[in-house]
């Protein structure tokens, strides 16, 4: 590959794939009530959990006609779910309260990612192994984002100084890109995105996860309005059920996920579905989650300790809300470690 190439490709893989949501063997089918489901960001390796739910029938075996959208962002999608041009969304746990504390009407439904997937990410080239390697480094980040706001509670975790790790505003576009081309040394993503990227690319990446310097709290999950809540709490229902089971049928067979999102998104490169299916999976479930532990579920400790995070480090005033307003485990179904999930019948 031209280095000319490498970069293009790099970037428009970085751009998150904001093309059209169905197409191939994930298009939505013909029956049932047509739904509009937002993704978080563009299109991805981790949404693949959602295009196998749509293609081997989950959806409309609970009478959904499915349509995936491409986000602009958590908060982007919160809104667009709190004010109906959305259905239903995947968003980030924290970035919904934040939404939600300006204004947003909007609820989580069930965990997809049980923690964040917050991570320092470089290639094998980079010369950065492990946090220490950081000292003297330059780091790139998108401007205003929630990993860049909470960078300084990394750092102290990883015994880092201030000083010790220059940070430089990029877009999310050019992330990439500038750290292929040699711009900075590493960048703050989330693992399940960036990793990928890089596989496809050829590079070997480095992850130095958040969750290792014990900053955990709930990552995507399952959002909609509070308005579809109290008008059809049965439909929610139906949704939640679907996804779950199809998401939980999807991690068990993975390579049939990774071809469903190749059949459905262009320009999709098969070693970064693969790597991204991987990854999603290894964050449906909580680290050592007991046989009976129950796929999505929240709880208030959790909920308030992102209350904290966001409050510190978004200057977020979550005082006038209460864990009630933002989650519910009501909508799920029951599904453990051990609950085997069948492929609809098609």
Same mark, same amino acid.
């Given at each position: +590959?031209?280095?000319?190439? +490498?970069?293009?490709?790099?970037?428009?893989?970085?751009?998150a794939l904001p093309l059209?949501?169905?197409?191939?063997?994930?298009?939505?089918?013909?029956?049932?009530?047509?739904?509009?489901?937002? +993704? !978080?960001?563009?299109?991805?390796?981790?949404?693949?959990?959602?295009?196998?739910?749509?293609?081997?029938?989950?959806?409309?075996?609970?009478?959904?006609?499915?349509?995936?959208? *491409?986000?602009?962002?958590?908060?982007?999608?919160?809104?667009?779910?709190?004010?109906? #041009?959305? !259905?239903?969304?995947?968003?980030?746990?924290?970035?919904?309260?934040?939404? #939600?504390?300006?204004?947003?009407?909007?609820?989580?439904?069930?965990?997809?990612?049980?923690?964040?997937?917050?991570?320092?990410?470089?290639?094998?080239?980079?010369?950065?192994?492990?946090? !220490?390697?950081?000292?003297?480094?330059?780091?790139?980040? =998108?401007?205003?984002?929630?990993?860049?706001?909470?960078?300084?509670?990394?750092?102290?975790?990883?015994?880092?100084?201030?000083? @010790?790790? =220059?940070? $430089?505003?990029?877009?999310?576009?050019?992330?990439?890109?500038?750290?292929?081309?040699?711009?900075?040394?590493?960048?703050?993503?989330?693992?399940?995105?960036?990793?990928? $990227?890089?596989?496809?690319?050829?590079?070997? *990446?480095?992850?130095?996860?958040?969750? @290792?310097?014990?900053?955990?709290?709930?990552?995507?999950?399952?959002?909609?309005?509070?308005?579809?809540?109290?008008?059809?709490?049965?439909?929610?229902?139906?949704?939640?059920?679907?996804?779950? #089971?199809?998401?939980?049928?999807?991690?068990?067979?993975?390579?049939?996920?990774?071809?469903?999102? +190749?059949?459905?998104? #262009?320009?999709? !490169?098969?070693?970064?579905a693969t790597a991204g299916?991987?990854?999603?999976?290894?964050?449906?479930?909580?680290?050592?989650?007991p046989d009976g532990a129950?796929?999505?579920?929240? @709880?208030?400790?959790?909920? =308030?300790?992102?209350?904290?995070?966001?409050?510190?480090?978004?200057?977020?005033?979550?005082?006038?809300?209460?864990?009630?307003? $933002?989650?519910?485990? =009501?909508?799920?179904?029951?599904?453990?470690?051990?609950?085997?999930?069948?492929? *609809?019948?098609?």
């Amino acid at each position: +590959m031209t280095h000319r190439k +490498m970069l293009l490709t790099a970037a428009a893989l970085s751009l998150a794939l904001p093309l059209a949501a169905c197409g191939g063997s994930g298009e939505s089918s013909a029956s049932g009530e047509k739904v509009t489901f937002m +993704m !978080d960001v563009g299109l991805l390796p981790k949404h693949a959990l959602f295009y196998a739910a749509v293609d081997h029938g989950f959806y409309e075996d609970a009478g959904f006609d499915v349509e995936i959208l *491409p986000g602009t962002g958590s908060k982007d999608t919160s809104l667009a779910v709190s004010t109906g #041009r959305a !259905d239903f969304g995947f968003a980030d746990f924290g970035q919904s309260v934040l939404a #939600r504390s300006e204004g947003a009407g909007v609820t989580q439904l069930g965990l997809i990612q049980s923690e964040t997937a917050y991570a320092t990410v470089t290639t094998s080239k980079s010369g950065i192994d492990d946090w !220490d390697d950081l000292v003297g480094k330059k780091v790139a980040t =998108e401007a205003g984002g929630a990993m860049t706001a909470m960078w300084p509670l990394a750092a102290e975790r990883a015994g880092l100084d201030k000083d @010790d790790v =220059e940070v $430089v505003a990029s877009s999310g576009q050019a992330k990439i890109t500038g750290l292929l081309t040699g711009q900075w040394d590493a960048t703050l993503a989330f693992y399940i995105s960036d990793a990928p $990227v890089l596989i496809a690319q050829g590079e070997k *990446p480095v992850v130095l996860k958040w969750s @290792d310097l014990d900053i955990s709290m709930y990552g995507n999950g399952l959002i909609t309005s509070d308005k579809a809540v109290a008008d059809d709490p049965e439909r929610v229902k139906a949704f939640v059920g679907a996804t779950m #089971r199809g998401v939980t049928w999807a991690c068990k067979n993975q390579d049939q996920a990774v071809q469903s999102l +190749m059949d459905s998104v #262009r320009e999709m !490169d098969s070693k970064a579905a693969t790597a991204g299916v991987e990854q999603a999976c290894g964050l449906l479930w909580p680290k050592d989650a007991p046989d009976g532990a129950s796929l999505g579920s929240m @709880d208030d400790e959790g909920a =308030e300790h992102v209350f904290d995070l966001v409050g510190t480090y978004l200057d977020v005033d979550s005082t006038d809300i209460s864990t009630a307003d $933002v989650y519910t485990n =009501e909508f799920l179904p029951e599904i453990t470690t051990q609950t085997q999930i069948e492929e *609809p019948k098609q």
